[in-house]
C-alpha cells in the first residue's frame, strides 16, 4: 500500500500547473474529425472478434436546474417531454451498436451519467433499461452504476433502480453550506443527500460514492471542513473532492460566477489539506486524482494487487473491457481506438435520424501513444513504474526512449517528488497530489498553448 500523503506547500507551489487529468492518453484535446464511423464499426468488429468483455457508459443530457459551477455537456429544461425524443435515438444507436458485437462479450460495467439520469422518469428509465439488457449480455455480478442528483431522487427511485439491477450510485452534494449553494444555484439540504444515503444502504447497494467540490465562491476552510466533516459522518465507500476549474471563457453558466467570490488560492490549499487530513483521520485511503476510498473498497483493493486502471469513467477495476459510449458527446474507447459522439444534441439526433451513428471525431492511437499510455497509467494508478515492465512490453529501452525526460526526472527526485533508480520511477509521498505534474512529462502532445484548456493540479 502507498505510504500516506506528505504535504509540502512549497513542492505544491512549484508544480501546481494547469494539466489533463489524464482518463486517457492520448487525451480527447487530440481528437480529430477525420475519425468517423467506419473505424468505429472496423473497431467493433475487431472486438467481437477477440470477445472482449463491455463496459458501456450511457449520457443523458437533462438537468431541471442549471448548477452554475458546472462543465459537463447538458441540456437545461424542466420540459420532460424532451426525454421521450432522446431516448428514441439512443435506442437506435444501442440497436446498431450491438448489432456489430457479440452476445459472448459480457457486461461487466455500466454508467449512467449526465446531466441527471434520474430526469427521465421511471417509466423511461425502465424502458432503457429493459433496451439495453435486449440487446446486450449483463454479468450477473457486474457493476451497474448511476449518477443521482438527491433533489431528483425519492425512496421510490432508489427502489425502482435497484429493481433494475444498479448496485452502485454516485451522489453530487458539491457542498452543504446555504451561502455556497446559493452562489452556484445549488439548493441541497443534508437531510435529502441523507435520505439518499438511507435508502441506498437499506436497498444494499454495494458502493455509494459522493462528489465534493473545493474552490467555489463564499467557501472558506472553515466551511467546507464542516461540509466534509458531515460527509464523513454519512460513511460512503468513496469520496471524490475535486478542484473548481474558473473557465468562464469555455463554460457559459460560469460567467454567472462572480470571481471576486472565489476564493484565495492559499485558502484553495487549505481546503485541500484539511480535507486530506480529515479522510485520511475517518481511515480513507487517497487513490490518486482526488479519489478517496474505505480499505475495503475494491479501488482500494485493486490499488494494493497492481490492478487498477483508469479511463474515461475514472479510476476503475474494469479498465481491460473495451468502453462503448452512448449518447450525445460520449466517449468509446475500442481497443487502440477513441471515438467521440457529437456534442451538440440536435446533431446527434440528426445523424440518428438519417440512420447514421452519430460519431464526430476520435483518434486511432500509434505505437508511441501506446507507449506513452503504459507510463502514464502505470504512475497514476500504481505510483510507480517498472521499466523492465514496459521495455519487455513494448521492446524499447527505457533510458534511451525518453531520454529527453531523464534530466526532468532527475530535477523531480533532487525535488523529492520521486524516487528515480535504474530499475524504475518512485511516486513519494510529498509526489502523490501531483502525480499529473510527473504524467506531464510522458505526453508528447502536450504543449504550452494547450494548457489552458485544462484545470490546474490543485
Known amino acids: 500500500m502507498p505510504a500516506p500523503i506528505k504535504w509540502d506547500t512549497n513542492l505544491i507551489r512549484r508544480y501546481d500547473q494547469a494539466g489533463p487529468r489524464y482518463t486517457s492518453y492520448p487525451t480527447a484535446v487530440q481528437f480529430q474529425p477525420g475519425v468517423g464511423s467506419f473505424k468505429l464499426l472496423n473497431a467493433l468488429r475487431e472486438s467481437r472478434q477477440a470477445k472482449r468483455p463491455l463496459s458501456i457508459y450511457v449520457h443523458v443530457p437533462f438537468c431541471a436546474h442549471v448548477c452554475y459551477y458546472c462543465a459537463c455537456n447538458k441540456v437545461i429544461t424542466k420540459d420532460r417531454g424532451r426525454a421521450l425524443p432522446y ?4 435506442e437506435k444507436e444501442i440497436d446498431i451498436i450491438s448489432r456489430h458485437l457479440s452476445p459472448q462479450q459480457q457486461v461487466e460495467q455500466l454508467h449512467l451519467g449526465g446531466g441527471t439520469p434520474t430526469f427521465l422518469s421511471h417509466g423511461e428509465l425502465r424502458r432503457l433499461m429493459e433496451f439495453l439488457r435486449q440487446r446486450f449480455s449483463f454479468a450477473e455480478k457486474g457493476d451497474f452504476s448511476i449518477e443521482i442528483d438527491p433533489r431528483e431522487a425519492d425512496w421510490s427511485t432508489m427502489g425502482l433502480l435497484r429493481e433494475l439491477g444498479f448496485n452502485r450510485i454516485s451522489l453530487g452534494v458539491q457542498d452543504l453550506d446555504p451561502e455556497v449553494q446559493r452562489a452556484v444555484n445549488r ?11 438511507e435508502a441506498a444502504r437499506t436497498l444494499d447497494f454495494r458502493s455509494i460514492n459522493v462528489d465534493l467540490i473545493y474552490g467555489l465562491p463564499k467557501q472558506t476552510p472553515e466551511s467546507f471542513a464542516r461540509t466534509v466533516e458531515e460527509i464523513i459522518a454519512l460513511q460512503p465507500d468513496r469520496l471524490s473532492v475535486f478542484n473548481y476549474a474558473h473557465l468562464p471563457e469555455r463554460f457559459k453558466p460560469q460567467r454567472r460566477i462572480s470571481a471576486a467570490d472565489l476564493p484565495a488560492p492559499a485558502d484553495k490549499l487549505a481546503m485541500l489539506h484539511n480535507s486530506i487530513e480529515q479522510l485520511t483521520a475517518a481511515g480513507y485511503q487517497y487513490i490518486g486524482m482526488d479519489h478517496f476510498a474505505l480499505p475495503d473498497d475494491e479501488l482500494s483493493i485493486a490499488q494494493e494487487d497492481g490492478r487498477l486502471q483508469r479511463n474515461f469513467q475514472g479510476y476503475t477495476t474494469h479498465g481491460h473491457c473495451d468502453l462503448i459510449g452512448l449518447g450525445v ?31 464526430a471525431r476520435g483518434l486511432q492511437c500509434n505505437a508511441d501513444d501506446r507507449i506513452r499510455r503504459a507510463a502514464i497509467q502505470k504512475l497514476i494508478c500504481d505510483f510507480q513504474l517498472d521499466f523492465a515492465s514496459l521495455e519487455q512490453q513494448f521492446g524499447i529501452v527505457f533510458r534511451e526512449y525518453f531520454a529527453d525526460v531523464w534530466p526532468q526526472l532527475q530535477s523531480m527526485t533532487r525535488d523529492g517528488l520521486i524516487a528515480l533508480s535504474p530499475q524504475g520511477i518512485e511516486v513519494l509521498p510529498a509526489g502523490r497530489l501531483l502525480v499529473r505534474s510527473i504524467c506531464m512529462l510522458f505526453d508528447y502532445y502536450l504543449v504550452e498553448h494547450n494548457r489552458q484548456r485544462f484545470s490546474r493540479i490543485i
Open 87 to 90: 431516448l428514441e435515438r439512443l
Open 329 to 359: 458527446s460520449s466517449i468509446s474507447q475500442i481497443g487502440d481506438l477513441y471515438s467521440q459522439n457529437e456534442s451538440d444534441i440536435d446533431a446527434y439526433q440528426s445523424r440518428l435520424d438519417n440512420d447514421q451513428l452519430p460519431t
Open 187 to 197: 439548493l441541497q439540504s443534508l437531510e435529502e443527500t441523507s435520505a439518499i444515503v
